[in-house]
């Protein structure tokens, strides 16, 4: 997928470059990007291992394009890949970590419960940042990974982008997998992932468009699950997984924000799609929990 960018990049709207012996790929910080560089984002932030496609948002007060996210390998597409679990710092430099280098690097906790760390000589990762990284931020990163890895490769957008816009909300089947996780559910037992939520506007700044993005997938994402599970523990679990269990669930990410005054004071339980069913293969059953709230999609997009 890098690859397929790099030799793309005049029709993608994307920039290459080399920094201290990594390809740095900018699909939306100091260039325009665009919608195909945000499909390739987010297929190589699943590692490729689900589809993402653009397609009308069904409920028609909100309207407009959505993203739709497939999977049949949802735990390492979305748990050992997606999910933004590497935090990099280094002096000023700060951005959120995902993609399959997270499975080379294998660091965080989570790998301890879920499978999907791997070996390879490539090393492929997304940035959530405007600013380029320089060579003390890849020199950290590369220190992380095994000595087996011999190239590495950055792709970089913040969130406020056309392309960075689309890799957030192409999470819908991610944050549903982190949940499961979060509450103690064997993941494993997913066979299968299909999401979908509204693409907001390309909000002006990043607290804007990081809030966007969040009450897209919180207040208009719908997720799909194809499990081998029992349906006891389905009816049970299944009320605390969608947005609509937490205590901050009905005010937009932008005002929780600016009430709590930091990320991680948010309740992390209402990181989460909007609505949730579960289709069961051992038994045929079908569990529903959630609700869209078309009207906090349409607040937070600014279609009021």
Known sequence: MADELERTADRCRVSVSRVAGARVI???????????????????????????VYVPYPVPEVGGPAVQVTTDDPVRACLASQYAGWQIQVDKFFAMGSGPMRALAAREELFGHIPGREESPVAVGVLETRKHPTEE?????VRKLPSAAESLTLLV???????????????????????????KFDVTQVMAGYGLAPLPPVAPDELAAIGRTNDAILYGGRVTLWVRA??????????????????????????????????????P????????????????????????????????FGLE
Not at 272 to 288: D, I, Q, Y
């Open 157 to 183: 957008a913040p969130a406020a982008s056309m392309a960075g816009t689309v890799q957030v909300v192409a999470r819908s089947v991610e944050t549903a997998l982190h949940k499961l996780h979060e509450l």
């Open 269 to 300: 339980l209402l990181f989460s799609p909007a609505e949730v069913e579960f289709r069961n293969l051992k038994t045929g059953r079908c569990h529903r929990f959630g609700a869209v709230a078309p009207g906090l999609v349409r607040k937070s």
């Open 137 to 141: 931020v890849v020199a950290h990163i």
């Open 230 to 267: 029992d349906d006891e523990i389905l009816e049970s679990i299944g009320p605390k997984v969608p947005s609509n269990a937490s205590r901050d669930y009905g005010t937009l990410f932008s005002e929780l924000y600016a009430r709590y005054g930091d990320f991680y004071k948010i309740d």
């Open 26 to 52: 900018d699909c939306g910080g100091a260039v325009t990007g665009s919608l195909a560089a945000g499909l390739a984002l987010a297929r190589v932030c699943l590692a490729d291992l689900g589809e993402v």
